[in-house]
């Protein structure tokens, strides 16, 4: 047995001092004058102690052996503390994953600068010596938990994480290996002289080659992977591949020539003094101008949002596409405004620490400011018009609020409802933090991931009995139910039972293969990590059952399923085997026969995942099934394909031709002459000052055909002859309808949010509790709700209604009661889902320990799923009219309440409806009337010939059987039944 009261002594002895620290964090300086990338600043990775002296401390022993088994003499063993970070601890500032995980481009900028300061990286703090027989031994140790690697000549290096004294540690250091290359520009020619820097995402290691004249770079003396490599050369942004495997296929690095945005500020025609500031994923830069162009350089060739503010002034924010070398921008500056924002909770008490996104409402980030606790957040100066304001704060629910700017200065209240938590800790079998492990809540299957030191926090939607489960392939997994909202939960990882999965193809065992298993219509646990280099896939923590197993690798074929059967206490061993598969690979190209790249490749039927063409046009799927025929299809945001495309895995290239769309021109703009800025043609977002376009657009014959689509305007239809010139294109105003807000007392509601059920805007009320809102198009009727805090109201309109509508404002709901099983038991931590049919906003409740709830709701009407995979179809529903100021729900066969047999014949797109009372006249569909019921069971399309209804109070009801979404030839059928008298009634003419 481990003596860990031991080492807990001696650790506790210790003083741990801050193992990372981060001067500045690790975000990027204020941009430079000249519109360039800003500088990194790296975070100090503090040494951390490992030696207790030389008459005490822990011993930690342990073998390094090869890839076959065999001891290896006379390697070099390094060890340092698990406490001692390097840059795969590394998390992004903006997303919150980890660095070398992050899949913004711009990242590539930050890990470059790790590899060019040659930061980050493992330093061992103590060093020793494999013995004949592959033994080595560390002595006087302080800590609990270390990392150890080895290396030796003719070998890769191998690692262990997190080795604990007393635990007997192998190390397996697989063959020397290389990951092999080329570098090419984005015309596809070679690059020589580019730099290739990468680290092992489990060894953090640097490596680094030059590529030749022809472009091609090797990196050799490998050890385990899978590893990052970004690749650079002057003139040039880095280009990243994150998860690559050494071996024979070859990694083909396109670096992209660096864009330059060149900016010229105006005012009435006039240069202008302004601050012009960048935004877009993971990009934040400004610059200052006294009215000179500004030149930003250094820039992806991506989608960004461009603004400027001067004092009083803005510009409207311009969305831009960086696809030219450099691209000019004009802004013209206009009389702008200022948002103040208050953010408070229910209580009207403030929030600590808010953070405000401010968004156009396509949704592109304009600006992200962390307000201080009950301080007036300051937003501005910005242009006139419609955004869309969200607030963000550790312990609340997200909000988002419409934000229409006007001259001058506009006031906001945010109101944040605090969120109901389940915080904690994840600790590992000996009690230590284990970091990023994926904590998954049931019944609701949302998923958290803990931090550096195990510690998460799990938003659920209500009160009630949940489920956590933590798993990790090698230290475990745990299990623990906690009544929500809770603090201070330990999830604790045990070995449980264990299963080791040795993947090999045609002999050689195989690296970097996944693991998943599986419980038929139950849980999937996947492996954490890939195989290393002995090819073993570790799955510990498991709970004891029987699971369905396969093993994968994206270059080879599945294995084959095989059924296991897990015990507690045990460690399974198994093997896999994994078939080599046969590679489909071709080229696209336009008519002409020029390369095509950027087209997405699927093949039919599906056997693998879609694949881009590179800037050869070269495209390839790696590992299909041998000798069997695929269809692929291209698709391509400027391009059609035209001819049909076929091959066979394993045989000769596929060309896949694609014809160039023609370019159109035009101008979108509305019926009263002023341009259309924002909208949507066909699959291309524009963003255009004077409503111009330039686009390839898809043809049919000799004609073009194209959806045109901008917030508050009739979606069009063009349909004209293919012309180069499309001139202008003229959109009709939709409709608006306009009313009041209004609170039960009559008194008129400022700044409460006004939408509709199908609507893709929203709007604030004034201070006289007036709006406007646009009709929706297409909907013959729909539903305009206000809301306010804990405050809302509803009512449902025609198409074309011009108002006024009044909509008063109620208080929520405190809807409770108890969810009832078949067997007429409370249901204890069960996740019920229902829908607001005013609204179509969804509602998740989890019931408590004793099967019971509360929550509170907006009035309305609401359909719960009450079926055990909450569907729509096949499974009963309950459609209830919410409202009052407390009301009882009671779901599911509870006492008191009875059942009711029905046969029928079930028939595709019917529904069967039980209604409490006698309803007087039913339509024809009665989908319409009797979705707003005051107390309905429905059950569309009923899989079988009898149904049971449950959980019916006594008394009448009216029986409805007939087509949900069209008329019934004949109307539907329609019986009254008592209950309990009636047991059985049999429906069908």
Not at 29 to 58: Q, Y
Not at 170 to 188: C, H
Request: hydrophobic share 40%; glycine share 12%.
């Amino acid at each position: 047995m481990r003596n860990w009261l031991i080492i807990g002594m001696v650790a506790a002895l210790l003083v741990a001092g801050a193992a990372w620290l981060w001067p500045g964090s690790a975000s990027r300086t204020p941009a430079a004058p000249t519109g360039k990338p800003a500088a990194t600043s790296l975070p100090a990775f503090s040494a951390v102690e490992v030696s207790s002296g030389t008459n005490e401390g822990l011993t930690l022993t342990g073998r390094v052996l090869d890839s076959a088994g065999r001891p290896v003499a006379n390697a070099e063993v390094f060890l340092a503390s698990s406490a001692e970070k390097t840059l795969a601890d590394v998390r992004c500032d903006e997303c919150g994953q980890a660095l070398l995980s992050c899949q913004a481009r711009e990242t590539a900028l930050q890990t470059l600068a790790y590899f060019e300061h040659q930061h980050g990286f493992l330093t061992p703090r103590a060093t020793a010596s494999t013995d004949a027989q592959g033994n080595f031994r560390f002595e006087h140790l302080a800590g609990v938990s270390f990392s150890i690697w080895a290396k030796a000549p003719g070998l890769g290096v191998a690692l262990r994480e997190r080795a604990a004294p007393g635990d007997p540690v192998e190390l397996y250091l697989p063959p020397l290996r290389t990951i092999g290359g080329q570098v090419v520009d984005d015309a596809g020619q070679p690059l020589k002289g580019a730099r290739v820097h990468a680290v092992s995402r489990r060894v953090p290691l640097p490596f680094e080659a030059v590529a030749g004249p022809d472009g091609v770079f090797s990196l050799e003396g490998l050890g385990e992977g899978p590893f990052y490599v970004v690749a650079t050369a002057e003139g040039y942004l880095p280009s990243v591949e994150a998860q690559v495997e050494a071996g024979p296929q070859p990694v083909r690095l396109k670096l992209t020539p660096a864009r330059t945005l060149e900016v010229r500020v105006t005012r009435n025609g006039a240069p202008a003094a302004a601050t012009v500031r960048l935004r877009a994923d993971h990009l934040s830069r400004e610059q200052r101008t006294e009215g000179e162009p500004l030149r930003f350089t250094g820039l992806y060739p991506d989608e960004l949002v461009v603004t400027a503010e001067a004092p009083g002034l803005g510009a409207a924010p311009r969305t831009l596409t960086l696809d030219a070398r450099v691209t000019q921008v004009t802004l013209e500056l206009e009389v702008a405004g200022k948002l103040l924002v208050t953010v408070v909770d229910e209580a009207g008490e403030p929030v600590p620490n808010p953070e405000l996104l401010l968004r156009t409402t396509a949704g592109d980030l304009i600006t992200r400011v962390r307000g201080a606790t009950g301080a007036m957040v300051e937003l501005g100066p910005l242009a006139a018009g419609d955004y869309v304001l969200h607030g963000q704060a550790e312990g609340f629910r997200e909000a988002q609020l419409p934000a229409r700017i006007v001259a001058g200065e506009t006031t906001l209240e945010l109101e944040m409802e605090r969120a109901t938590l389940i915080t904690g800790q994840v600790l590992d079998e000996y009690g230590r933090p284990a970091p990023r492990v994926s904590v998954l809540v049931q019944p609701t299957g949302e998923t958290v991931l803990a931090d550096e030191d195990g510690r998460f926090a799990a938003p659920v939607p209500t009160p009630g009995l949940y489920e956590l489960h933590a798993h990790h392939s090698e230290w475990g997994g745990g299990q623990v139910k906690v009544t929500a909202p809770a603090s201070g939960v330990q999830l604790s990882l045990e070995p449980r039972a264990a299963l080791e999965v040795t993947v090999s193809s045609a002999g050689r065992r195989v690296e970097g293969a996944d693991v998943v298993l599986w419980v038929e219509q139950e849980g999937i646990f996947r492996s954490d990590r890939t195989s290393g280099s002995d090819g073993v896939v570790p799955m510990r923590g498991m709970p004891a059952g029987t699971y369905w197993m396969v093993a994968s690798h994206p270059d080879y074929l599945p294995s084959d399923r095989k059924q296991v059967t897990l015990e507690d206490g045990q460690t399974l061993k198994l093997e896999a085997e994994l078939k080599p598969g046969a590679p489909l690979s071709g080229e696209v190209v336009d008519g002409q026969g020029a390369p095509v790249a950027g087209a997405t490749l699927v093949v039919v039927p599906r056997g693998a995942e879609p694949v881009q063409s590179d800037a050869r046009g070269h495209f390839e799927f790696r590992s299909l099934r041998p000798d069997r025929g695929y269809r692929l299809e291209a698709k391509h945001p400027g391009y059609d394909q035209v001819e049909r495309a076929e091959g066979k895995a394993g045989g000769p290239p596929v060309r896949v031709v694609l014809k160039r769309r023609d370019v159109f021109r035009g101008r979108v703009v509305g019926s009263d002459g002023a341009p259309v800025r924002r909208y949507r043609m066909d699959e291309h977002e524009v963003d255009s000052s004077d409503g111009r376009f330039e686009l390839p657009l898809a043809t049919a014959g000799d004609r073009i055909i194209a959806a045109v689509d901008a917030p508050g305007y009739e979606p069009m239809m063009v349909d004209r002859p293919a012309s180069p010139d499309l001139g202008d294109l003229v959109l009709e105003k939709l409709p608006t309808v306009s009313g009041l807000v209004r609170d039960e007392g009559g008194a008129p509601v400022p700044d409460s949010v006004v939408t509709c059920d199908v609507c893709d805007e929203s709007v604030l009320t004034g201070p006289d509790g007036r709006f406007t809102l646009a009709n929706p198009p297409y909907v013959p009727r729909f539903t305009v709700s206000a809301r306010k805090g804990r405050l809302s109201g509803t009512q449902s309109l025609e198409r074309g209604s011009r108002g006024p509508v009044e909509l008063v404002l109620r208080q929520a709901t405190r809807l409770s009661g108890k969810v009832y099983k078949a067997d007429g038991s409370p249901a204890a931590g069960v996740s019920v889902e229902a829908v607001n049919g005013d609204r179509s906003e969804t509602l998740t409740l989890v019931t408590g320990p004793d099967g019971g709830y509360s929550i509170e709701v907006a009035p309305g009407s609401y359909r719960f799923m009450l079926g055990p995979n909450g569907e729509f179809s096949g499974e009963a529903g309950l459609v209830v009219q919410v409202g009052g100021t407390d009301m009882r729900l009671d779901l599911g066969p509870a006492p008191g309440t009875s059942s009711l047999t029905v046969q029928l014949k079930p028939e595709r797109g019917k529904a069967l409806w039980v209604v409490a009372g006698e309803v007087g006249a039913v339509g024809n569909p009665p989908a319409t009337s009797l979705m707003r019921s005051r107390w309905a069971q429905l059950i569309y399309q009923p899989r079988g010939e009898q149904v049971i209804l449950h959980g019916l109070p006594p008394g009448r009801y009216t029986l409805v059987w007939g087509h949900f979404h069209v008329e019934t030839p004949g109307g539907p059928e329609v019986r009254m039944v008592d209950v309990p008298s009636q047991a059985e009634v049999a429906l069908g003419r």
